[in-house]
Structure formats: structure tokens, C-alpha cells
């Protein structure tokens, strides 16, 4: 049998429709790989009785017909959904042992649909930060490596567990969350496909929230198809979210393959940033050449406010993280710190139980929010992510049907190698995708070739809000042209 | 703008973060670099310009004023550190 974990998700659906393996087999097969990789310290937790069990039941379900239309594909989840009688804890010390009485939304969805749970994934300490470097179970490894070297990369963040086990075949596709590019830029950074959809498209409904006006949950997984496939089962409206938004989900899967011919593409000009390297310039301008090939017309647009997404960004999801932590008191679930007094006993906790990242950015948060600051820092935000929403609202209303940037400035960097003596060295990964999350559009990374040490690089398509169908069928060109990229297996 | 120290200790107890004295200088220079990296909103003209409220154009949605969930409370204080007959236990509050 030729080595299941290489499968696609499509192909496997086939494989077991037509009884070729059973789920259970097709689990077993990725429950050893990823005994095999421990040393990527992409999972934070493994279930495999829970899989196994999971993939008995479907099987006996494809067995009778009744397989749905994630049946029996085994799946990563990301430790910031909340997973029924499964640890999670965010990654961050102060969740301790929580295990949820109930499960999220989106993941119900893919258990509605057949997917089979492998185990929580790591991810940056409440989804903060872009390299995977800040959870309390140390970082994950990027299975990619410079050529002849073996210094450990990062897989980028938040979502870097989901992408290194998917680039690594350890499951064949993985939940994650976008924040500030979460999705997108870790995708990148292992040559995965990751898709941050519309804001309200899938329901936040049992994840944990870092900050709500910008969070929204996608897939990662090894192609465009499959990425499309997924998301069909995470998206959908949720009364239990008041900003899931109640429209039809689309068959995401049947744009795949669709014709590109006549639609017109934006560049934005400000993505074209000073000392930007050469190797992404080329990716770029190589993106835009498959896309004119495909018969998309290319058009230069102009996105003045791009400069502003990343500071405006390190106000408000702050300021949201610090209510949204506020939560963590020690006295109803995870860590508890004793103190003197209850305010002891808060203050205590949350020294202990939060993180570096965690605790700068609770604190940057607290003080655009208080008073005297309120308007100065916050509120003149906010007025600048109406900005650069009309940026973008200008560019569609004029005909454009997506836009293509890169997805990162740089290739993945070494484990330790970049933010220690400031913090806004990290904060820069997020330039190109965190525009995305501040006007609530649909986004989705591509892997798009590689620089000159060997590393993927990925390319980006921003679209109009819930038009993620348009970029399943640029993206599918994108992957056409420039093919697929696995890491050779070294771990 | 930037923090001094004793803004430092103030913004930590707002948090509720036990901060120690050494931590402060650390904890002030990151802050300042954030703050400086903020700054460049202040070139930004937003005369007249609405502060954004909600990404997408929606309508609040409003549910039924009726009980629709409960009745749980073991699952409530099962992932507490410390409870007694379904109470969440802290230390004394009220003298």
C-alpha cells in the first residue's frame, strides 16, 4: 500500500469511498507518523483511542452509505478550539487542565461531517504571536529546512502546529485561527494552503478568544481542493455567535478548477515596500504573469492606509485581548496562585499564569483603554480601520475581483532568531495579512515557490467580503502553475 | 507618549498583574517600543471619520428573551481550582 499520509484529502475520499482502506487504516497511518515526529512538537496532545474509536464509527457509517463529506479523514485541531472532554488550553499555563464540558462549533461541524480528531495542535500562548515561540509548550519546528543546514525554523504563528503537522503529513488537514495572518503566514511559511475567511463566515463559538472583532476560523490543509473542502464543513451560521452571519455556504469545492478568464486583479502599489527582498518581488510579479496567463487582467490599485493596518492593529487587538483575558482570574477554571486577598490572588495568578507576549500585550491594552487615553490611542484607531476598510471597499467598487500580494516579507527565520530585543521585529511578519483582518475580508495563502536556501515562500489573494469561491479559483491557479511543495522527511 | 515607571506599576494593577520592582525597566522598554510604534497614527487625518464599530454590515441580532440553556452545574464548577456544593471558593471578601 503506498503511504497513506501522502494522500490528499480528496484523494483519500476517494480511496475510501471506493474501499481501497478504512478509515481506520488511513488513521492508524497518521497516528504513527505523528509518533514520529515528536521532535516538531506539533501536537501539544494526542488522542489516538479517541481517533481510533472515531474511525470505527464512520467506517461502519461509509460501510452503510452514510459516510458524510468529511468521512473518515483525520484531522488536526488547533488547542484554541474547545473540544469536548479534551484538554485545552490555548497553549498558556493559566488554562492549566481545562477540559471543556462543551465543543466548538466549527469542530462539531467536522465531527458532524465525518472528520476524525488526531489530537490538539500548538500554537503561539492565546494565539499571540507569529512565530509559535510564545506557548507554554515550547515551540514548534518547521519540517522545512535551509538547504544543507539543520538549524530548527520556526513554522510561523499563531497557527504554526497546524501548519507544520500538515506540511509534515501528520494529519491531513488542521483548524486553525486568524488574528492578524495566523493562517496565512504560517501556511506560507511551510508551503501550505491556509484560508482566513470572511469575518462572520465561520461561527467563533467555543474558540478562544483573543480578539473578537478580528478572530475567524479556517483551514489549513496541502491544497487548494482540500483547503476548499474543509472549509465547506467549518462555515456556516451559528445562533450561538451574534456576528456568525446567516447566508447560504456555498460547494467552496466546486470553484476549484473554475475559469479565472476576464476577472480583474489588483496590485496594490503600497505592498511594494522599501528594502523588500528581491526573491519576493519576483514571486509577485511571477503570481501576477500566471494569473494573466490564466485570462485575469491585471490592474495596479491603491490601498493608501496599507502603512497604518499594523499599528492601528497593535491597538485594538490588544485593547480587545485585555477585556477578552480579563476572564482568567483563577477562580473559575485553569490556574490558581493563592494570595492574601482575592486581589492578591488575581494578580498573583495571572503573573504566574500568563506569558511574556500575553502579559505586554493584556498590558498595551490596558492602557489604550483607560482613561485619559481612551481617544488618543483607541478610538483614533478604530477611526483608522474604517480607512482601511474604504481602501479596499474603493478597489472593488471598482470592478476589481481580488487582490494578489505576497503573503509574507520574509521565508521562515531560525527559533530564537527574531523579536528578543523588540517586540515590533516580530510584530512586522503580520505586514502583509493583517490589512485583511482589519477590513474583515476573506484571504487566502498559497504557496507560490521558493527562495534561494530552499524555503517556501507563499503568495496571497484578498477577496470581497464572502467571495472566498473567487479565491479557491485563483488560488487553484496559483497552485496549477506553480506546483506543490513537500519538505524532504528528516525528523 | 511614553510610560514611566510608576505608569507601569499603575497599568499592571489595572491588568491585574503582579509585576516585580525588577521587571519594571524591562516591562517599560517594551512598552515604549510598542507606543512608539503606535505613533505614526497620529499623521493620519480622520476628520469626520466614523469609528468602526462592526466589520461587517450587519444587523444585531437579538435572541428570544427565554431560558435555553442550564441546569449544568457540575459542568460549571467541574474545571474550578477550588468549590464546595457548586460555589466557587475565594478567599474572604467581606469582613
Known amino acids: ?491 | 507618549m511614553s510610560v514611566d515607571a510608576a505608569t507601569v506599576r499603575r497599568i499592571a494593577h489595572l491588568a491585574r498583574i503582579a509585576v516585580t520592582e525588577a521587571e519594571v525597566p524591562h516591562l517599560q522598554g517594551e512598552l515604549n517600543a510598542m507606543l512608539a510604534f503606535v505613533e505614526q497614527l497620529s499623521e493620519v487625518n480622520i476628520d469626520g471619520v466614523e469609528p468602526m464599530t462592526s466589520v461587517t454590515p450587519m444587523e444585531m441580532k437579538k435572541r428570544q428573551d427565554v431560558v435555553n440553556d442550564g441546569e449544568i452545574p457540575d459542568d460549571i464548577v467541574r474545571n474550578a481550582p477550588e468549590t464546595q456544593n457548586h460555589f466557587f471558593l475565594v478567599p474572604k471578601v467581606v469582613e
Not at chain 1, 157 to 171: E, K, M, N, P, R
Request: aromatic share 8%.
Open chain 1, 1 to 491: 500500500m503506498t503511504d497513506l499520509t501522502s494522500l490528499t484529502i480528496a484523494e483519500a475520499r476517494s480511496g475510501l469511498a471506493s474501499k481501497s482502506f478504512t478509515s481506520l487504516e488511513l488513521t492508524d497511518a497518521h497516528l504513527a507518523a505523528i509518533e514520529a515526529a515528536r521532535s516538531l512538537n506539533a501536537f501539544v496532545l494526542e488522542t489516538p483511542d479517541q481517533a481510533r474509536a472515531m474511525a470505527r464509527t464512520v467506517d461502519a457509517k461509509i460501510a452503510k452509505g452514510e459516510g458524510g463529506p468529511l468521512a473518515g479523514i483525520p484531522l488536526g485541531i488547533k488547542d484554541l478550539f474547545a473540544t469536548k472532554d479534551v484538554r485545552t488550553t490555548a497553549c498558556s499555563k493559566i488554562l492549566g487542565n481545562f477540559v471543556p464540558p462543551y465543543e466548538s462549533t466549527v469542530t462539531s461541524q467536522l465531527w458532524r461531517d465525518g472528520a476524525v480528531m488526531l489530537g490538539k495542535l500548538n500554537n503561539d500562548e492565546f494565539a499571540m504571536g507569529s512565530s509559535n515561540e510564545t506557548s507554554c509548550f515550547g515551540p514548534v519546528v518547521n519540517p522545512w529546512r535551509r538547504e544543507g543546514s539543520n538549524t530548527a525554523l520556526v513554522p510561523g504563528g499563531s497557527s504554526g502546529g497546524s501548519a507544520s503537522a500538515v506540511a509534515a503529513l501528520l494529519c491531513m488537514g488542521a483548524t486553525a485561527t486568524d488574528t492578524g495572518g495566523s493562517i496565512r503566514q504560517p501556511a506560507a511559511f511551510t508551503a501550505t494552503v491556509g484560508v482566513k475567511p470572511t469575518y462572520g463566515r465561520c461561527s467563533r463559538w467555543g474558540i478562544v478568544a483573543f480578539a473578537s472583532s478580528l478572530d475567524q476560523a479556517g483551514p489549513i490543509a496541502r491544497t487548494v481542493r482540500d483547503s476548499a473542502i474543509l472549509m465547506r464543513s467549518m462555515a456556516g451560521h451559528d445562533p450561538k455567535d451574534t456576528t456568525s452571519v446567516d447566508i447560504g455556504v456555498p460547494d467552496y469545492e466546486a470553484a476549484v478548477g473554475k475559469s479565472v478568464k476576464g476577472m480583474k486583479i489588483g496590485i496594490p502599489k503600497e505592498y511594494r515596500l522599501d528594502g523588500m527582498p528581491a526573491e519576493i518581488e519576483k514571486l509577485w510579479s511571477e503570481g501576477a504573469a500566471w494569473l494573466k496567463a490564466a485570462g485575469a487582467e491585471l490592474v495596479e490599485v491603491s490601498l493608501p492606509h496599507t502603512k497604518y493596518a499594523l499599528p492601528a492593529y497593535y491597538i485594538v487587538a490588544p485593547a480587545e485581548a485585555s477585556s477578552n483575558l480579563a476572564r482568567y482570574d483563577g477562580v473559575r477554571y485553569g490556574l490558581r496562585v493563592p494570595g492574601r486577598s482575592i486581589g492578591e490572588l488575581y494578580e498573583n495568578t495571572r503573573a504566574e499564569g500568563f506569558g511574556d507576549e500575553v502579559r505586554r500585550r493584556v498590558m498595551i491594552g490596558t492602557y489604550v483603554l483607560s482613561a485619559g487615553y481612551y481617544d488618543a490611542y483607541y478610538l483614533r484607531a478604530q477611526k483608522v480601520r474604517t480607512l482601511i476598510k474604504r481602501d479596499f471597499e474603493d478597489c472593488f467598487a471598482k470592478g476589481i475581483s481580488a487582490i494578489l500580494t505576497p503573503a509574507t516579507p520574509s521565508a521562515a527565520f531560525g527559533v530564537g532568531e527574531k523579536g528578543g530585543a523588540d517586540p515590533v521585529e516580530m510584530y512586522l511578519n503580520d505586514i502583509f495579512t493583517v490589512t485583511v483582518n482589519m477590513a474583515g475580508l476573506p484571504g487566502i495563502a498559497v504557496p507560490a515557490g521558493k527562495d534561494a536556501q530552499g524555503l517556501p515562500l507563499g503568495l496571497q489573494l484578498i477577496g470581497r467580503p464572502f467571495d472566498e469561491e473567487t479565491l479557491f479559483s485563483l488560488g487553484e491557479v496559483v497552485e496549477q502553475a506553480a506546483g506543490r511543495f513537500t519538505p524532504p522527511r528528516w525528523w
